[in-house]
């Protein structure tokens, strides 16, 4: 990918060099930091009070650069995260070592604190999604929404969306098979269908649709999506199924549409091509793109690793794979990760199970938007069932899955460049 343009990597310190005579480290590698997880909602902190921050890609696992005042020092205190005060000195002395061109690192200006939605059913719990879960975590404000909405246009107030583990092709998250007898399963899909007949629907599947349209038109228009597990592939179905009545009887109450497959429209998607959807009802998956039951990898085995980019040209991968670590550990979901074969071309992978190059963690550009999609359901739980008990991130402060949610969370707050006329 070429260089983004619109990012500011310009020296901290000019910013802010006049005014502050320190500067708050907020180290990211894997000895230093006791919290990696808060250190990004201190950061997210900082921004809201109107401070500016630098990210200083690939430096210490990609370190933050905040300037010194008392209530940050005060705030990474309360919060347990480890900080580092550096000299006007010091922090020259770092960041013209990062701007050297023998080195693979890069500062971005970070600016603005994203306004952050995330779709997800009215009633859930923090735990049933990783994102949720660690947005509460690590402190950073986020707000719920849900179809009501995203239809009335409310996603014009937000920078930042996340779609909860969500099946927008209408079939229930096609747990038909092994759960269409519990008392949860027909309540939630007796509330999808009523909330689908208040919006003006006839069918759920017919309400998913419009709803996914809106958000591809959210991204289009400049906003940042973030995807994981079904929410991922039902997405792209729903959009390259419109006009297509792909759900059975047991959804919707008719038949679908005989030889549905060919009707598909992969230009319509915006990561997945040349998929195959899964027909029969009582299977748990929506298409070939997912490899939870084709891949064959051991679970002391089970790692993906990191794409390493250059950060001083490819800024945008470079931010979203900073970790303290190259190799992340795998975790399951109903969509666990992708088949590389039903990638789009223009797609980036960021993160590939080397065993058997399944892509894990991939990334786009729509329009004048981004997306990032990520395999799995909860990064330290490693095969999620209904009804587990939650993930307590306090045992797991320095969880690389979760830095890469974070990633994503922070990556709209990079100060954007005046274009040239």
Known sequence: ??????????????????????????PMDDVSQK?????YGITYWVLSKDYKASWLLNYRGGSFLLPDAPEIRKEC????????????????????????????????????APKIAVYTPKGKQPWDDAVTMVLTYAEIPFTPIYDEEVLTDQLLLYDWLHLHHEDFSGQY????????????????????????????????????????????????????MFAMCSATDSFDIALAAEGVDI??????????DPNYQARIDYTRTFAFKDFILERRPERYEFSDIDMTEKRRVPFEKDYFTLMEYSAKWDVIPSMLC???????????????????????????????????EEARYIHGQKGKGFFTFFGGHDPEDYRHQVGDEPTVLDLHPTSPGFRLILNNVLFPAAKKKKQKT
């Open 1 to 26: 990918m070429k260089k983004w343009g619109s990012i500011c990597v310009g020296l901290f310190l000019l910013c802010v060099g006049q005014i502050y005579a320190n500067f708050i480290l907020l």
């Open 35 to 39: 919290n990696h997880l808060k250190a």
């Open 77 to 112: 205190q309360i919060r347990g995260v480890s900080f580092e005060i550096l000299s006007d000195g010091e922090a020259n002395q770092i960041l013209e070592e990062i701007s050297s061109p023998s080195q693979n690192m890069e500062t971005v200006v970070l600016e603005k």
């Open 173 to 224: 998250g096609k747990f038909y098979g092994a759960y269409r007898n519990a008392p949860w399963y027909i309540e939630q899909k007796r509330e999808a269908e009523l909330l689908a007949a208040k919006l003006g629907f006839t069918k759920v599947s017919e309400a998913k649709l419009a709803v996914a349209k809106k958000i591809r038109d959210f991204v289009i228009g400049g906003g940042f």
């Open 247 to 256: 759900c059975e009887p047991m959804f919707d109450g008719d038949d679908s």
């Open 322 to 356: 900073q970790n303290h670590t190259q190799l992340v550990k795998g975790f399951m979901g109903q969509t666990t990760a992708f088949d590389r074969a039903n990638i789009k071309s223009n797609v980036l992978v960021l993160g590939e199970c080397q065993i058997n």
